[in-house]
């Protein structure tokens, strides 16, 4: 053989490798399901608050137990080993006992404890049946006494108790009268400061002592919003988010007698103060923040700002979160993330500036393997500008793509950027996946908020098509696949996009879909009562505005959708009704459309339960593959 020979085979060959290089970078690897959804192998740290020991929890028998680490000698131990239900809640109080909680989904039923982590000994304190448990306050001057709220008296109504951690006895504090929504306590745990709703108008009280009164002082449209954050030092005075003469949400401080607003201490001219930390036994205002295209936080304390930067500068590109610290501010857990990284724990220490990894959320993920989350904008219909995110698979070139559309759950509520589980295992399987934020979206100010009021079935649907026009327009879709999925409202919004959108889709999936507006508000559960008159402005009322709800709700158009729908619910989701969805799934196979249903009578919203997670989402890929084929 010539060496001219030789040298020509070797080139083939290397263009060979080459191009098979090139077609992996273009086909990334197909993770499986289970790395995607299985149970986080460790989430939701805490730090003690003399800062002696870290708690977390953990997978075992696929549930998430609480284990328990020792930061004097680094031994740490499982201090729960449930195999039916998992560990929902937990926190620490002030003396070195850990609350957990767990959500018996069958019964319907809460079931707390207290753990003494210095005994590792545990007690039940509360049980109760179809009560939820809100935590107001924990004393350090009384560590056993926690401030609660609990719907035991009425389903529908939020009363006040102290309740003993070490005797389970349960004292009634406040009763409400019943349309006070939120309590907001003191360094002390007192309550002066409280929010009610008649549905339509809020209304922030105010007492000075506890012997006192509560008296009105400030009545507010439910069109604007205020949201108490705080009594200052002397009790006089509060902070609050608020939009009150103004289009943006700000933080700013009241006069607590009078409700005067007395100053603004921050704002954004473009973006709405979603989230401030404040620590009330400290006084003390850390940052605010809010969503641009990625989180942002604005610091009030140079020194926080400092230790902030110096963690961060450790996670470039990462958002990066203080979740918790000790009392004395000296060890701190702290969580970074991005949109292709599902996050990692550390403990920092304040002295050393020592980080140290204390856990992964997903180790199965690799951020190299996943896609860049984008921020996009695009115009609707009639001009107004609507804001999201795409995700293209991994080494596309971003053109003639299968799509999934990925609308919010909750009409007020958003996406935001970060690691979506979801998001990136529908990219890693080669879709486009395009999130958008419709008008009535949180966080782009009132006038946009309210411009969602009474557009359910209406313009928010249209924005959501607006979106699916510009993904076409922009050459990113192939036109011919394009899905779109939902959860809840999302749902709704995937039922809606098929039957008033012929052509548009070639197939839909819903999780725990609002299919029937009546039904919904009709069954909306006792504590949801205080907001069904603001329903009936935003959404719709089922008496004067039954013709437009009878209109959009998928329930009773069955006869126009015509593509294959897959359908997923929790039995005990406290928002649906089983029945109704059943025959809802009964009519359209009568009328020959494909419905492949997944009903789990033991879960609620979302499917906790590893393995029926694991179900889901293996049903989600090959009806994807069936419906989006290009071969179809």
């Keep these: 053989m010539s060496v001219m020979l030789r040298v020509w085979r070797l080139l083939f060959f290397l263009l060979i490798l080459a191009g098979g290089i090139s077609c992996t970078e273009k086909s990334p690897e197909k993770i499986p399901v289970l790395d995607f959804f299985k149970t986080p192998d460790r989430s939701f740290f805490r730090i003690s608050p003399d800062g002696k020991y870290i708690s977390y929890l953990k997978s075992h028998n696929s549930k998430q137990n609480l284990f328990v680490q020792s930061l004097v000698d680094g031994k ?13 809640d937990y926190f620490w109080t002030y003396n070195n006992q850990i609350i957990y909680s767990r959500d018996m989904v069958a019964a319907d039923s809460l079931k707390m404890f207290a753990l003494d982590v210095n005994t590792f000994k545990t007690r039940p304190i509360f049980s109760g049946h179809k009560v939820k448990f809100r935590l107001l306050n924990r004393s350090r001057t009384s560590p056993d006494v926690l401030t609660v709220s609990l719907n035991k008296r009425d ?54 002592t506890e ?42 401080k009241i006069d607590a007698q009078t409700g005067k607003q007395l100053s603004v201490i921050f704002k954004r001219d473009d973006a709405d103060i979603m989230y ?47 979740i918790d610290r000790d009392s004395a501010e000296k060890k701190f857990i702290v969580y970074t993330y991005s949109d292709r990284d599902p996050g990692s724990y550390y403990l920092y220490d304040y002295k050393s500036a020592k980080l140290t990894r204390i856990g992964e959320s997903n180790s ?50 958003r996406s935001n950027w970060g690691y979506n589980a979801e998001v990136q295992f529908l990219a890693n399987r080669g879709y486009a996946v395009l999130q958008m934020n419709y008008r009535g979206s949180a966080g782009y100010g009132k006038a946009f908020r309210n411009a969602g009021f009474k557009q359910v079935g209406g313009k928010i649907q249209d924005d959501i098509t607006d979106g699916v026009k510009w993904l076409i327009d922009q050459k990113i879709a192939d036109p011919k696949r394009i899905a779109i999925y939902g959860g809840g409202f999302g749902g709704f919004s995937a039922l809606y996009g098929v039957s008033f959108h012929p052509g548009m889709y070639r197939c839909a999936i819903v999780q725990n879909g609002l299919i029937n507006f009546f039904t919904f508000i009709k069954d909306a559960p006792p504590f949801f009562k205080p907001y ?101």
Excluded: C
Excluded at 76 to 88: A, I, K, L, Q
Excluded at 169 to 195: K, Q, S
Excluded at 294 to 306: I, L, M, N, T
């Design 364 to 413: 199965s993920i690799r951020a190299d393997q996943m896609s860049e989350m984008k921020p996009v904008s695009y115009k609707a219909g009639d001009g107004l500008e609507i804001n999201g995110y795409l995700t293209l698979p991994l080494g596309s070139n971003g053109k003639n793509l299968p799509v999934v559309v990925m609308p919010h759950g909750g009409p007020w509520a």
């Design 76 to 88: 740490g131990r499982m201090v729960t080993e449930f195999s039916d239900y998992p560990v929902t």
């Design 276 to 322: 401030v930390e404040y620590f009330k036994d400290k006084h003390r205002m850390d940052f605010a923040a809010w969503d641009g295209a990625k989180p942002q936080k604005h610091f009030f304390s140079d020194s926080v700002k400092a230790l902030y930067d110096r963690i961060s500068s450790n996670f470039a590109g990462n958002e990066t979160r203080i």
């Design 211 to 252: 012997q006192a009164p509560f008296k009105p002082v400030i009545v507010s449209n439910f069109r604007d919003a205020i949201r108490p954050v705080a009594l200052t030092g002397n009790g006089e005075n509060f902070y609050a988010l608020s939009n009150l003469s103004q289009d943006k949400m700000a933080l700013v």
């Design 155 to 208: 389903e529908g109504i939020f009363d006040v108790y102290h309740l003993n951690i070490r005797t389970g006895a349960l004292d009634l504090y406040i009763t409400n009268p019943g349309d006070i929504t939120d309590w907001i306590t003191d360094t002390d745990g007192r309550i002066l400061l409280a929010r009610a709703s008649d549905g339509v108008n809020t209304t922030i009280l105010y007492r000075p």
């Design 532 to 632: 069904l008159k603001m329903t009936y402005e935003m959404v719709g009322n089922p008496e004067t505005d039954a013709e437009h709800l009878r209109a959009i709700s998928p329930v009773f158009h069955t006869d126009k959708i015509k593509v294959p729908i897959m359908i997923l619910q929790g039995g005990k989701d406290i928002r649906a009704n089983i029945t109704e969805l059943n025959q809802f799934v009964l009519e359209l196979r009568k009328k020959k459309v494909p419905v492949n249903y997944i009903l789990k009578n033991d879960e609620r919203s979302f499917f906790r339960n590893e393995a029926n997670r694991i179900l889901m989402y293996t049903e989600m890929e090959k009806f994807l593959e069936t419906n989006l084929s290009a071969k179809n």
